[in-house]
């Protein structure tokens, strides 16, 4: 499933519910921005997921 576009930048939960989390990439941390980048690549996986079905 493909995380939503403005979801935390290492685990890709939304501010709203995200509290803290932990990753092995980010430790325990609370929501970071997602980079530029992050958001477009994540809104292009949104796309390209709703056109495989
Ligand atoms: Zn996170």
Redesign the pocket.
């Known amino acids: 499933m493909a995380a939503s576009p403005n979801g935390?930048r290492?685990?890709g939960?939304e501010e709203r519910s995200?509290a803290r989390?932990w990753?092995r990439e980010?430790g325990w941390?609370a929501?970071?921005q997602p980079t530029e980048e992050q958001i477009k690549a994540r809104m292009f996986a949104r796309r390209s997921e709703r056109t495989a079905r």
Do not use: E, L
């Open positions: 935390c290492y685990c939960i995200h989390q990753t980010g941390h929501w970071v």
